[in-house]
């Protein structure tokens, strides 16, 4: 069996949505259709957003998508925004082939940092997370923007 990173194409449309549900419905987010549609077409385009999936054997197993922005202190950071692999593949080197080809990417880009985040509670992530990178202690708040109803 192969494992081959490359950017998401044309061809990983259909499968690529199977694992994007399956990553929003891990986090209970939902997103409609056009969502999805409106998605894909940003990541296909690759000038904003990109995405990389991984192909074992030819199968679309595993997704990222990542983003680079500036910031007060760097010119260039990656955010490693979206990770998910085919449930019956974790624990085998998908996310971390996944992970380290975005920091490729990353560093290709002249990025000053790598970063992610995930739910406290997603312990299994975060003990292959806690090998690949550094955990700083950081806790994020979301400021609503949208008036509540």
């Known amino acids: 069996m192969t494992l081959q990173i490359a950017p998401l194409a044309a061809a990983d449309r259909l499968p690529w949505e199977t694992l994007a549900r399956g990553y929003k419905t891990f986090y209970q987010t939902e997103v409609s259709p056009a969502g999805y549609e409106t998605a894909w077409q940003r990541l296909l385009k690759g000038e904003e957003v990109f995405g990389l999936g991984a192909h074992l ?35 085998q080197g998908v996310a971390r082939a996944l992970i380290m080809a975005v920091g ?10 790598c970063y992610w985040l995930t739910h406290e509670t997603n312990a299994t992530a975060r003990m292959l997370y806690d090998k690949v990178a550094q955990f700083h202690g950081f806790i994020r708040y979301d400021l609503p923007l949208q008036e509540q109803a």
């Open 57 to 91: 054997d030819g199968r679309l197993v595993g997704i990222t998508h990542y983003l680079f922005h500036t910031s007060v202190w760097s010119p260039r950071l990656c955010y490693l925004q979206d990770l998910f692999t085919a449930p019956e593949l974790r624990g």
């Open 104 to 113: 490729d990417a990353a560093r290709e880009a002249r990025a000053t940092r």
